[in-house]
């Protein structure tokens, strides 16, 4: 399988490393590379690109606003020696986040998964052409069921499945699940813009919950788990109309 690649970074070091890196794998193509986000925004207009390698800090445009003006992504692999846009970057469906200096091993780790991706996406993309050609109807790719939280100095996966509830303190988030705690520094306001409306809903300024994990409710009280969670007045006729039979 072989993967076009563009890279992407203001230091000359960095594209040389990137080059190298890359010249050792020989399933990747390196096609481009960019200096800023206005000729990385040219090259993909020229090239086919499935991947592309993308540092955050750089004049004009930066990665994460580069990405956001692109309306056709390729899989994207951050590489940066910022770690504090890690959050952000997978929200953005990033495939992973390099933190510079790398070593080439934490590298292949990243194209592994770019590859497992870009392999996915062309298989429902064959499946799509498939149907089409035989007047089936389109496979559409499943949806998405999972995000990510900075916690613990890493960034855990958290499936929708999972959650009961969240709750929201002064200077942190709790997700609970059946299994764990996640403590994170997400806001609520972000939580609950990137969690799917037809599954979960705010009952209280500081709490979330998975609308399915709802095992019985009374009053301004909703049971979860053994929990009792709060629903307050400002929240109250949504979420009983959420509730009715």
Excluded: W
Excluded at 32 to 45: F, N, P, R, V
Excluded at 49 to 65: C, E, K
Excluded at 171 to 196: G, H, Q
């Amino acid at each position: 399988m072989k993967i076009k690649c563009i890279t992407v970074d203001d230091e000359h070091l960095a594209l040389k490393l990137l080059k190298e890196f890359i010249g050792r794998v020989p399933d990747l193509e390196l096609v481009a590379e960019c200096k800023d986000g206005m000729s990385t925004i040219a090259a993909l207009q020229t090239h086919d690109v499935d991947l592309l390698f993308l540092d955050i800090q750089m004049p004009d445009l930066s990665g994460l606003d580069l990405l956001h003006t692109l309306t056709k992504k390729p899989a994207v692999i951050f590489t940066t020696a910022y770690s504090d846009h890690a959050i952000e970057a997978f929200k953005l469906d990033a495939v992973d986040y390099l933190l510079k200096p790398f070593s080439f091993e934490r590298f292949m780790q990243g194209v592994h998964k770019a590859m497992d991706k870009i392999r996915y996406q062309r298989e429902q993309q064959n499946k799509s052409a498939t149907a089409s050609s035989m007047g089936l109807p389109d496979l559409q790719e499943p949806a998405k069921d999972h995000f990510f939280v900075k916690a613990d100095y890493k960034m855990v996966k958290v499936r929708y499945d999972d959650i009961l509830y969240i709750e929201g303190l002064r200077e942190y988030v709790c997700i609970y699940t059946p299994a764990k705690r996640i403590i994170t520094l997400e806001s609520m306001k972000n939580l609950v813009s990137s969690l799917p409306s037809d599954r979960f809903i705010r009952t209280h300024k500081s709490y979330i919950i998975s609308i399915d994990k709802v095992e019985a409710f009374s009053g301004n009280m909703l049971e979860i788990n053994g929990k009792n969670v709060p629903i307050s007045k400002s929240y109250k006729e949504e979420v009983m109309e959420r509730f009715k039979a």
